[in-house]
């Protein structure tokens, strides 16, 4: 694996140097920051500019052609540049298409002999790639092969998967560095074994879906709380708990039947008012009904608003097939389904773990106080991450995918707050 970003570019021609120079800054934004062109030492110049003519340009990417001596200048640049000390990856240019003549494959295996013997020896990351992606000379790929030289397709495509390469180098690093702190055994589940049966045993005699309710139950067992709120089965009786509440409120749909309360119209928020919660208590009911004809309706919740500084994020959880249950984080509310922000752990997950998967979102850039607002409480999500985490692991058999959004970071000491949870039964 590469020890680091900095890569040499052998190529053979001025064309080619100007297409790996507009790909590099073009695709910056998806992996050209990966892939840094290192700079060569000064006695390297040196060393290359007695090889190559005196026309040639020394400089990353190397333009290798030379005065047309292809089988002398090629391998002795690969020499120079893997004695290079601040060069990780060395890309070799070399398009070996099928049905291309004797001379030129002969040529070809110049090239994966000089590669693989220079990889041998240097222990640097050594990749040969062709511009076109037309498949591969069956000789040359055999030669390859026998040496274990990975031969690539494709400017583009090969620029991107060695980016890709030092990408997870860096990935096994930081796992050597941090593997105890993230990938320590988790402490314990937050919910003794008694209360598991109980839960378990609840969970078998519930329908598919939990309802709203029952959903933040479940989560309050496992130490996440919800904001303070009461089911109305009336008009008046929704203005009557607004009142008690005594600060404006959010009006949602209650209805086992209906999972994605926005979609039915089925959500209010910052009512304020006994005549503006009545109407949209009204108005709410309706909707649903217009949505989902056929849909059990068990009322309206009225729930206390939470404060305009937290910040919407959305902790979820599924039973993958292969993987068993995993935990995701990302940015919540409607801009989950948008940004498509979010990272997968295997559950259960660590603290410290939880802490990573906050840091690697654009969430948590907006966690930590973005543009005058107040530091969100980190330390009480990722707590909160760990917890449902374990509810996955500890509930797999009965539980297909828990969907808490949004989850509300509330200001730093607050704590968090599940508005919405959403749990479905296997």
Not at 2 to 27: A, F
Not at 153 to 173: D, N, P, V, W
Request: aromatic share 4%; net charge neutral.
């Amino acid at each position: 694996l590469p020890k680091g970003r900095k890569t040499v570019i052998l190529t053979l021609s001025g064309g080619q140097i100007g297409l790996i120079g507009d790909l590099l800054e073009g695709d910056a934004h998806r992996w050209g920051a990966d892939l840094r062109l290192a700079e060569l030492s000064s006695a390297g110049r040196q060393t290359l500019a007695a090889i190559l003519p005196p026309y040639s340009a020394i400089a990353n990417p190397l333009d290798a052609w030379g005065s047309g001596d292809f089988e002398a200048t090629y391998p002795a640049c690969l020499e120079v540049l893997a004695r290079e000390p601040d060069v990780d990856v060395i890309a070799v240019s070399r398009d070996s298409p099928p049905g291309i003549a004797e001379r030129e494959i002969a040529q070809s295996n110049v090239v994966v002999d000089a590669a693989a013997r220079v990889a041998a020896a240097s222990g640097k990351t050594v990749a040969v790639f062709a511009n076109v992606s037309t498949g591969i000379e069956p000789r040359v790929k055999a030669r390859a092969d026998a040496v274990g030289l990975p031969l690539l397709q494709g400017t583009r495509e090969s620029l991107a998967a060695i980016a890709g390469l030092i990408r997870y180098a860096e990935f096994r690093a930081q796992l050597a560095e941090r593997g105890r702190a993230l990938f320590a055994e988790p402490a314990a589940s937050p919910v003794s074994a008694d209360r598991l049966a109980a839960l378990k045993r609840e969970l078998a005699a519930s329908s598919h879906s939990l309802t709203e309710s029952q959903g933040k139950r479940l989560l309050a067992a496992y130490g996440i709380r919800a904001p303070q709120e009461a089911l109305a089965s009336s008009a008046d009786e929704a203005a009557r708990l607004a009142a008690a509440l005594g600060r404006p409120v959010a009006l949602k749909i209650a209805s086992p039947d209906i999972l994605h309360k926005t979609e039915a119209q089925g959500v209010l928020l910052n009512i304020t008012g006994a005549e503006a919660v009545r109407d949209g208590y009204q108005r709410i009911v309706q909707s649903a009904r217009r949505h989902s004809p056929q849909a059990r309706i068990d009322g309206v919740l009225v729930q206390e608003m939470a404060p305009a500084e937290a910040v919407e994020v959305i902790v979820g959880a599924t039973v993958d097939p292969q993987f068993g249950p995993v935990v995701v984080f990302g940015m919540g509310g409607i801009l989950v389904e948008l940004l498509h922000d979010a990272v997968l752990r295997l559950a259960p997950v660590s603290l410290a773990s939880a802490m990573e998967m906050i840091a690697a979102t654009r969430a948590g850039r907006l966690l930590t106080g973005f543009r005058g607002r107040p530091p969100a409480d980190i330390a009480a999500l990722a707590d909160a991450i760990v917890r449902i985490s374990y509810l996955a692991h500890d509930l797999r058999h009965e539980v297909a995918a828990v969907d808490v959004n949004p989850l509300m970071a509330l200001p730093a000491g607050q704590g968090v707050m599940a508005v919405d949870a959403l749990v479905v039964r296997r």
